[in-house]
C-alpha cells in the first residue's frame, strides 16, 4: 500500500480511504461525499462560501486500489481537530456507517503530533525495565479466569521462573469473585518477585488494569502498591481517551490489547490494522500492541501484521517506538520463524502453546532458553 | 429476527451471534469456539475440570438464520462481567477479531441488569423537560463547523423561533478557533433563551459536550452554568463507559451520538444496530439515541431502524425508554411517514432538509406547525 507522506504536506491532516465504487466519477463523487460529511454535514450550497473554502474537506489523491475498490486522500483544515475525541470524528465519525468504507491511513501536522505524548516508555523503556536489550520479549499470560488469586499466582511463579520476561493477567480477568482484583495482583507480584529472588531473572508482573472508570484509581494504587510497573490495558473497553490520558500520566508501561476493537479491523470496512493498532493505539501511548498473528486463533493476513509491526517502529515525529506484541495463539515452535520475520524488536505472546503441554514451565523454559540465544 | 427471552433464563448472560457456516456440524464448532474465546480462551483439555464446567459459556441454541448464516445463543456465568468494560469484553472482546461474526442480541440476569442506572431522565423525562407530552419531538443541529459563536447562536435563536424542540450543536462542533466551546455554549442558550421569551416556546439547547476527559469537568460547569438541561454525546468519541459513569449522575439529560460506531454497524460483523444502539446505548445511559435513518445519507434497512425504535422503548428491568430519535438526512417532506411508522414516541432530528430550502426558519416553521397536530 502506497503510504501517506509524513509529515503531512501543507499541514493539513489527511486520511486515505478505501472503497468500492464502479468507475472514476463514481469514486469521486463518493470521496466528495466523505469530505463534505466529515466536515460540514450539509448541503454545500447552504454553507457560506468562506466556510467551504476553509472548512471542507479537498480530495489530494484519487486512484485504483485493489479489484473494484479505490483509494481516496482527503485532506483537512488540523483547527477542526483539537483534541483526540475531535480527531476521532474527523478522521472516521459519520464516515464509518457509510457502507463499505475503510479508514486506511492517516497522518497529522507536526504541530498536531506534538499534542500527543505518545508512548512514555516503548521499546527502549520497557528494554530498559527489562533489563533485556537485543533479544526478543517472551510474554505470558495467565489464565483462565475461573482459578483463584493463589492458582494464579502460582501459574504466574512457574512462568517468572521458566525465564519468561512479562507475565501478564489474561484481559478476561477483571474482579471476579474466584480472584478478585486486588487479591490477585497482590499475590501475583510477590510471586513474580519471589521467582526473581530464586533464578536472578528480572520478570515483569502486568496485571489487567479494568474496572468502572470510576472506581480505576483505587485499582492504580492497588497496582502501585504491589509494586508492578507496567499494566495491559484494553484500549476499547475503557475508551481510547481515557487510555490517553492514563498512558500520558508516564506511571506505568502500558501493554495494549485489543479486545473489543475487531468490528474496525474487517477486511473492508472500519479501519486498517496498520492504522488502528500501528497508528492510533501508539498515538494514544501504547508502549506495546498485542495484535492477533497469522497461523493463530484469528483470521488475519501477514501482510497487516508486518503492517502494524512496521507502523509501531517507524520513525514518527517525536514520538517513541512500540512494540508490537505478536499473540493470538502463537505456536512456541515457530518463535525463531517469527523472529526472523519480524526482527528482534519483538514481543512474543505465548501462551496457549504452552499450556497445551502437559508440562508447561518445562515447555516456557525451553524457549526462553532458545531465545535468549539472540542477546 | 427470535428474541433472546428477557429476562434470560437460568440467571445467565445470554448473547446470541450469527455467523457463516457451512453446515450444522460446522456452526457447532465455531459456536463452541466463541463460547471458549470468550471465556476460558486456552485449550479445554488444559483447564481444570471445575473451571470448565463453571466458566465455558454454554450453547444454548443454534439454528440456521439467513442465507448460509447460522446462529447461536450462547449463555455465560453472570460472574464473569463485574461491570461495563468486563460485559463488553465478555460479549464481543476477541470475538470481534474473528472473521464475519456478529453479535446481534444480548440479555443480561436482572441482577446484572440492575447495577446499570440506565437513562436517568428517558423519554418521561424528556417530555417534561419540553413540556410536549403526546407528539413527537422535532430536534435541529445548528452547523457547520467554520462558522463564529455568533453565527451558530443566530442559527438557534431562529431553530427555536420556528418552534423546534431541541436544538442541538453538530457533532463536529467542539472547540474549534472558529466558536470556542465556551463562547458558543453561552451564546446558543441564552439565544434560544431569548427566542422561548418571545415565542412562549420551551426549546432546549443541547450542546457537544467533548474534548479530552481531563478537562471535561470544566466544561460540564459551562454547560451548567449556560443553563443547559441536556447536551449530545458521542459513546464511542468519549468511550462507553465515561458515558455511563457521566450518564448515571442524572444531571443532565443525554442525547447520544453515534459518531464513530459505524464498523461495528456492518451487515455481517460488528454489533447489530438494534443491539449496539438500541440495548447497550440505553444501558449505558442515553435517555435518546440517534441513527441514521433509511431515505438519507447512509445505508440502513427499514427492519433494523424499526429494532433499534423498538428495543430502545421495550420494557427492559427497571430500564426508563429511551426516545429513538431518527436523523442522517431525513426529508422534512416525510416527517408524517416517518412518525406514522415509528409513533409519536419519537423525535425526529432534522437540519439539511431545512437547510438545503432558501428560508430555513420557514421550512422549520411550518413543520414544527403540522407536527404539534399530533399534541
Redesign the interface.
Known sequence: MARIPSPAPGNRILAAYEFYASDRSAARRLAR?IAV???????L????A??RE??VGRIEELHPATTGRWRAVISYEP????????L???L????????GVRLVDFELPPALLRTFAGPSFGIEGIRRMSRVFRRPLICSAI?????SAKELADLAYRFARAGVDIVKD???L?????AAFAARVERCAEAVGKANQETGNNALYFPHL?????SMEERVETVRAAGCRGVLL?A???????F??FAARGEFAILAH??????????S???APEALLGRLFRLVGADAVIF?NPGG????SRASCEAIAGNLRAPWGDLRAAFPVAG?GVDAKRADYWIERYGTDLILLI??SF??RRD?ERAAFELTEKVKRHE
Open positions: 461525499q460529511e466529515q466536515t460540514v454535514e450539509m448541503p450550497s447552504a454553507v457560506p468562506g466556510v476553509a472548512v483547527r477542526l481537530a483539537t483534541d483526540l475525541p475531535g476521532l470524528n474527523l472516521f465519525g459519520n464516515v464509518s456507517m457509510m457502507s489464565k483462565p479466569v475461573g482459578l489474561d484481559h478476561g477483571a474482579d471476579q469473585s474466584y479494568t474496572g468502572r472508570l470510576e484494553a476499547m473497553l475503557v475508551g481510547l481517551d481515557w490517553r490520558g485489543p479486545s473489543f476493537s475487531g468490528a474496525y479491523l474487517q477486511r470496512c472500519g479501519i492477533a486463533r484469528f483470521p488475519v493470538g501462551s496457549s499450556y497445551a508447561f
